[in-house]
């Protein structure tokens, strides 16, 4: 798990604690950034939509290439607070976007890196 907030970087270690999960690696960073080509086989997140495309579209643009061959990308998104534009933008960096659910005005949307896809 990565997160910018320390805060929120505690209360995850803790609640896995809690929880008694212990495979599970909880990392302070602003996005994916610092870690290699790869490294995931998921990367899911209520991104700070208020923090604008640039950040989000960031996000969306950087995960192709830190995911595995079949990893997957999980967003969700208010539907009025652009859930169209970021799955147009899913759209363009995966080849491919799916809806998962929809419930109280939000989305969950989901693209996966396919199977033998070059990383640019």
Do not use: H, W
Request: with cysteine; charged share 20%; proline share 3%.
């Amino acid at each position: 798990m990565v997160d910018a907030n320390q805060r929120a970087v505690f209360l995850a270690e803790r609640n896995a604690s809690l929880n008694e999960v212990s495979n599970v690696q909880v990392l302070c960073s602003d996005g994916a950034a610092p870690f290699r080509e790869g490294s995931f086989d998921m990367i899911v997140s209520n991104p700070p939509i208020r923090a604008g495309n640039r950040v989000i579209f960031g996000l969306i643009d950087d995960a192709p290439s830190k995911l595995r061959e079949g990893g997957q990308l999980c967003l969700v998104v208010q539907t009025r607070q652009g859930a169209a534009s970021v799955a147009r933008r899913m759209a363009t960096a995966f080849g491919n976007v799916q809806t998962l659910g929809r419930s109280g005005g939000y989305r969950v949307l989901r693209s996966a890196r396919k199977r033998g896809d070059a990383l640019e």
